[in-house]
T-cell receptor, first 114, second 114 residues
């Protein structure tokens, strides 16, 4: 079966750095997404990793280790607006080029406090 | 403006009634998806469609039905057979070009069945 684990909740201080971890055990793994979701709203894309290593995009960075089944999202210089849920999702390739599904973790609710 | 629209944002129904949730996109995307989100849970895939007139069951298709008669539209019917229909429903789409894997999400419909 597919299994994706993330911490349920995290709290961090404005201006600090926080790392949200995601571990996965899946078959057909072909990449990992991070999405941000504010309460009651649609998820919005943050990053996509398919190769091992770190991808940096402004205040957000994402890391992937395929051999360890591990990823993390790093948020720097935290702002109050970063309070949201962060969803880890594995791209699973089924059959045919471009044919895939996303399997989501349960999400990590991040609270940024002053 | 290109995007995905879901209407209405909030929907209330009595138990035993079928209800159809709309999803329309003008992004010219081939693939469309329906997810369900419950409190404290990740997104779970209900149905997806790679092309017009074709769709596949996801992980939790029981009690739901879909159609894909037009590229831009992918309505979801929640039938009376769905035991716990109250949830937040999200529609997503993506291009099936192999260089792009990001799914774009609509704003969601919160369905309450009493």
């Amino acid at each position: 079966g597919q299994n994706i684990d993330q911490p349920t909740e995290m709290t961090a201080t404005e201006g600090a750095i926080v790392q949200i971890n995601c571990t996965y055990q899946t078959s057909g793994f072909n990449g990992l997404f991070w999405y941000q979701q504010h309460a009651g709203e649609a998820p919005t894309f943050l990053s996509y990793n398919v190769l091992d290593g770190l991808e940096e995009k402004g205040r957000f960075s994402s890391f992937l280790s395929r051999s360890k089944g591990y990823s993390y999202l790093l948020l720097k210089e935290l702002q109050m607006k970063d309070s949201a849920s962060y969803l880890c999702a594995c791209r699973l390739l089924y059959s045919g080029a471009g044919s895939y599904q996303l399997t989501f973790g349960k999400g990590t609710k991040l609270s940024v406090i002053p | 403006d290109g995007g995905i629209t879901q209407s209405p944002k909030y929907l209330f129904r009595k138990e035993g009634q079928n209800v159809t949730l709309s999803c329309e996109q003008n992004l010219n995307h081939d693939a469309m998806y329906w997810y369900r989100q419950d409190p404290g849970q990740g997104l779970r895939l209900i149905y997806y469609s790679q092309i017009v007139n074709d769709f596949q069951k996801g992980d939790i298709a029981e009690g739901y039905s879909v159609s894909r008669e037009k590229k831009e539209s992918f309505p979801l019917t929640v039938t009376s057979a769905q035991k716990n229909p109250t949830a937040f429903y999200l529609c997503a789409s993506r291009t099936t070009g192999t260089s792009s894997y990001e799914q774009y999400f609509g704003p969601g419909t919160r369905l309450t069945v009493t």
